[in-house]
């Protein structure tokens, strides 16, 4: 069982930037793959980043590209998502979650862990 803690939400203006850490109770033996999701009222959730744990290969949702950035510590026990030129559609509750098999970006549903969630708030 592998707990996933999320941490360095927050209130911006618009343009700011933000890091959004995701904390692993323990090195995750046999996961795959790490992502960042997000949900805004209303609205599903959907797929922000993912990031390989063994290779890599970050992969950005169009809405984010250039902007966002998803790494992890060689401990692979710490993931990030370094959030730049925010806007208010960036908005959002962001969670951290984890997969056994490979990354999917549109399948919410298919990962294996969650964390609790860390508000975003990004003002015009």
């Known amino acids: 069982q592998v707990q996933l803690v999320e941490s360095g939400g927050g209130s911006v203006q618009a343009g700011g930037s933000l890091r959004l850490s995701c904390a692993a109770s323990?090195?995750?033996?046999?996961?795959?793959?790490m992502a960042w999701f997000r949900q805004a009222p209303g609205k599903e959730r959907e797929g922000v980043a993912t990031l390989y744990t063994e290779v890599g290969s970050p992969y950005y949702a169009d809405s984010v590209k250039g902007r966002f950035t998803i790494s992890q510590d060689n401990a692979k026990t710490t993931m990030w998502l370094q959030m730049n030129s925010l806007k208010p559609e960036d908005t959002a509750m962001y969670y951290c979650?984890?997969?056994?098999?490979?990354?999917?970006?549109?399948?919410?549903?298919?990962?294996?862990?969650w964390g609790q969630g860390t508000q975003v708030t990004v003002s015009s």
């Open positions: 979650a984890a997969r056994y098999l490979s990354c999917d970006l549109g399948q919410p549903l298919k990962y294996d862990y």
């Open positions: 323990t090195y995750a033996y046999g996961i795959e793959c």
